[in-house]
T-cell receptor, first 110, second 114 residues
Framework: SQQGEEDPQALSIQEGENATMNCSYK?????LQWYRQNSGRGLVHLIL?????REKHSGRLRVTLDTSKKSSSLLITASRAADTASYFC??????????FGKGTLLTVNP | DADVTQTPRNRITKTGKRIMLECSQT?????MYWYRQDPGLGLRLIYY???????NKGEISDGYSVSRQAQAKFSLSLESAIPNQTALYFC?????????????FGPGTRLLVL
């Protein structure tokens, strides 16, 4: 079964705008990760936030985690056309396995 | 050179055929994983291996088998391919000293079963 559910399923914005994607998960986790996938290619790790953290930044990325609500959000600031991709959240347990959500397709229009 | 490689990148086969997808890594990771991706369903775990002698079933292992030939090699076999195994297959690895949880993905194998 899927661990995470991303919301929205698809998001279309203009270059320069911010993009926010949300993820809800079902079971307890040790960490929550976000990955990016360009069309038909392998996934690339973006950022990991541990269960005892609430917010984390990396460049233009900001991730939040609310373990009481079992939810996370990924914010991409000042988006670029090159950010067009699918974004997946994945819940990590104590056994080094990840359970992925279905993804959000982000389109950034020039 | 890519750290995680998969061969073949594309494969067309017929129902009932046995095929093998191969994964190699130069990252020195102990843990390796096989996933399949279907449109709208995200990635689902097929099998995973934490070292050469440790093989575990994932969420959707029926119809698949694996072999961990060495630390660097992890192969996925479809014993008798069927059309609903048409999907994009990914290999991944994890296990650096500094980061045990992040997974590193290969480029994928696109499989079509006719």
């Amino acid at each position: 079964s899927q661990q995470g559910e991303e919301d929205p399923q698809a998001l279309s914005i203009q270059e320069g705008e911010n993009a926010t994607m949300n993820c809800s998960y079902k079971t307890s986790i040790n960490n929550l990760q976000w990955y990016r996938q360009n069309s038909g290619r392998g996934l690339v790790h973006l950022i990991l936030i541990r269960s005892n953290e609430r917010e984390k930044h990396s460049g233009r990325l900001r991730v939040t985690l609310d373990t009481s609500k079992k939810s996370s959000s990924l914010l991409i600031t000042a988006s670029r056309a090159a950010d067009t991709a699918s974004y997946f959240c994945a819940g990590g347990g104590s056994n080094y396995k990840l359970t992925f959500g279905k993804g959000t397709l982000l389109t950034v229009n020039p | 050179d890519a750290d995680v490689t998969q061969t073949p990148r594309n494969r067309i086969t017929k129902t009932g055929k046995r095929i093998m997808l191969e994964c190699s890594q130069t990252k020195g990771h102990d843990r390796m994983y096989w996933y399949r991706q279907d449109p709208g369903l995200g990635l689902r775990l097929i099998y995973y291996s934490f070292d050469v002698k440790d093989i575990n079933k994932g969420e959707i292992s029926d119809g698949y088998s694996v072999s961990r030939q060495a630390q660097a090699k992890f192969s996925l076999s479809l014993e008798s391919a069927i059309p609903n195994q048409t999907a994009l297959y990914f290999c991944a690895t994890s296990g650096t000293a500094a980061d045990q949880e992040t997974q590193y993905f290969g480029p994928g194998t696109r499989l079509l079963v006719l």
